[in-house]
């Protein structure tokens, strides 16, 4: 019963979300109120704990909060100021097609980006869409762009923070690691042996975005290679450990960005145009 009661709170939003169509934001109210409730009377948590519990949560949420809003602030600026447009321009000289555009943004750029800190849902929509994209296709490639390498978001802060904290005050040492570095790499090296399945799926799902099955069958090996680009090179450098394992995920994006814009060039030729006023409107 104790496991049953413990993810109640999660089984409630799905099914809030899933089978009475009530929107993400309410049931994740409700979700939080019932969590509550259920650490307060079954599990015994005494209800000062469960306040401030919560309160730590709301002000940890600001900086995701303040993440999304600023960066549609960002957008807006640089749509009124022509800076957007100038960005779009410089990416349509460099890709031929939707579907190059879809992994060197999507796959490379937007892993890249997310283990930047970048929050690409908020990004990328705006781009896609002045690319030519339909809306349903620039939300779909922007929020799936962000998971292939998720665990190195924000310069890897979903793996290392988790190790401190089990390594720290959980104080669980596996035997064999010595120390805490030691622990986060085998941590990393776990995380990055199921990529190539993952990352491959993702490049494959954001083909189907664009262009249904026809494009997925059509552009079947360019989607598996980019997404083997990045996972394998992610996992080389976890195991080889040549680079600190907070810039993995930044240069994953960028080696899968390399081998996707030479792999169209062989195929079709573009006057490929990085001036001053790219380098302006991509500043922000």
């Known amino acids: 019963m104790d496991f049953f009661f413990a993810v109640s709170p999660i089984l409630l939003v799905f099914i809030g979300m899933l089978f009475f169509s009530r929107s993400g934001v309410f049931m994740s109210v409700a979700g939080w109120n019932f969590a509550g409730l259920v650490a307060w009377l079954y599990f015994k948590t005494p209800l000062s704990v469960v306040i401030g519990a919560s309160i730590y949560g709301i002000v940890k949420a600001f900086a995701i909060t303040f993440a999304v809003?600023?960066?549609?602030?960002?957008?807006?600026?640089?749509?009124?100021?022509?800076?957007?447009?100038?960005?779009?321009?410089?990416?349509?000289?460099?890709?031929?097609?939707?579907?190059?555009?879809?992994?060197?943004?999507?796959?490379?750029?937007?892993?890249?980006?997310?283990?930047?800190?970048?929050?690409?849902?908020?990004?990328?929509?705006?781009?896609?869409?002045?690319?030519?994209?339909?809306?349903?296709?620039?939300?779909?490639?922007?929020?799936?762009?962000?998971?292939?390498?998720?665990?190195?978001?924000?310069?890897?802060?979903?793996?290392?923070?988790?190790?401190?904290?089990?390594?720290?005050?959980?104080?669980?040492?596996?035997?064999?690691?010595?120390?805490?570095?030691?622990?986060?790499?085998?941590?990393?090296?776990?995380?990055?042996?199921?990529?190539?399945?993952?990352?491959?799926?993702?490049?494959?799902?954001?083909?189907?975005?664009?262009?249904?099955?026809?494009?997925?069958?059509?552009?079947?090996?360019?989607?598996?290679?980019?997404?083997?680009?990045?996972?394998?090179?992610?996992?080389?450098?976890a195991y080889t450990k040549v680079v600190p394992v907070e810039v993995i995920g930044v240069l994953s994006g960028f080696f899968t960005m390399i081998v996707i814009y030479f792999m169209f060039r062989k195929s079709e030729k573009t006057e490929t145009k990085l001036d001053s006023a790219f380098l302006k409107a991509i500043s922000p």
């Open 69 to 237: 809003a600023f960066t549609m602030l960002m957008i807006f600026i640089m749509k009124e100021t022509g800076a957007l447009s100038e960005v779009v321009k410089t990416v349509r000289s460099i890709t031929t097609n939707k579907v190059e555009q879809t992994l060197f943004i999507g796959m490379g750029f937007g892993s890249l980006a997310t283990s930047l800190g970048v929050v690409t849902p908020a990004l990328f929509p705006p781009v896609f869409v002045a690319l030519g994209f339909t809306p349903l296709a620039a939300v779909a490639i922007s929020i799936l762009c962000c998971d292939p390498l998720t665990s190195f978001a924000l310069l890897s802060i979903p793996i290392t923070l988790p190790a401190r904290v089990v390594w720290g005050p959980f104080n669980i040492k596996p035997p064999g690691i010595a120390n805490l570095e030691q622990f986060i790499w085998v941590f990393t090296q776990k995380i990055t042996i199921f990529l190539p399945v993952v990352s491959v799926c993702f490049a494959l799902m954001m083909l189907y975005f664009v262009g249904k099955w026809e494009a997925v069958k059509k552009n079947f090996i360019p989607a598996v290679v980019s997404g083997l680009v990045l996972s394998l090179s992610a996992l080389a450098m």
